[in-house]
């Protein structure tokens, strides 16, 4: 299957601070998604981005379909943000729709 | 609002005592899935209904059953819980099934004792 790898695996900021959080991955896709998994478990969905930009509030996200990359910018972070962040995505033959996920990076924002 | 609703969202149950997860939805959508997450691990597909059609992932145990009565239902049976099944379930839900964004319920954590 599509392989999908994040960076960094953890980061450690200041409130206040932006961050860049990378997703690769091997093959095409029809599908590409960010999520927030929050303190209870429950994934948050981010971005709906396959390919372009787009910006929610801090957050924005961009795909460069192409190259097989896509990155998701925090700014000004506040501790809210602290969690873990998947990228996943569904490989460009996939008929079914099944996500891949890659492991996440696991972002900390103190006060 | 539209959701994805799992219940219960904690489940302890004994080992090897069947245990069953629910999932609704008021998405109308004609896909749902179940994902299994163990600790700090990402999740995985475990099986998935295209509308009646059950999708079965090659490395999900026998262990591990699925049923969809209707559109907005969706179950998730485990007929012999071990202790390796201990873990977040998650339930998510497509409007169809490629390229469509996936939304998902806030998931049931399972405790095996």
């Known amino acids: 299957g599509i392989q999908v790898e994040q960076s960094p695996p953890d980061l450690i900021l200041q409130e206040g601070a932006n961050s860049t959080l990378r997703c690769n991955f091997s093959?095409?896709?029809?599908?590409l998604q960010w999520f927030h998994q929050n303190p209870w478990g429950q994934l948050i969905n981010l971005f709906y981005?396959?390919?372009g930009t787009k910006q929610n509030g801090r957050l924005s996200a961009t795909t460069v379909a192409t190259e097989r990359y896509s990155l998701l910018y925090i700014s000004s972070s506040q501790t809210t943000d602290s969690g873990v962040y998947f990228c996943a995505v569904e490989a460009g033959g996939s008929t079914l729709g099944r996500l891949y996920f890659g492991r996440g990076t696991q972002l900390t924002v103190w006060p | 609002d539209a959701m994805v609703i799992q219940n219960p969202r904690y489940q302890v149950t004994q080992f090897g005592k069947p245990v069953t997860l629910s999932c609704s939805q008021t998405?109308?959508?004609?896909?749902m899935y179940w994902y299994q997450q163990k600790s700090s691990q990402a999740p995985k597909l475990l099986f998935h209904?295209?509308?009646?059609?059950?999708?079965n992932e090659a490395d999900t145990p026998d262990n591990f059953q699925s049923r969809r009565p209707n559109t907005s239902f969706c179950f998730l049976d485990i007929r012999s819980p071990g202790l390796g099944d201990a873990a977040m379930y998650l339930c998510?839900?497509?409007?169809?099934?490629?390229?469509?964004?996936?939304?998902f319920g806030p998931g049931t954590r399972l405790t095996v004792t």
């Open positions: 981005i396959p390919s």
């Open positions: 093959d095409s896709v029809n599908n």
């Open positions: 998510a839900t497509s409007r169809d099934g490629r390229g469509y964004e996936q939304y």
């Open positions: 998405l109308n959508h004609n896909v």
């Open positions: 209904y295209y509308d009646k059609d059950f999708n």
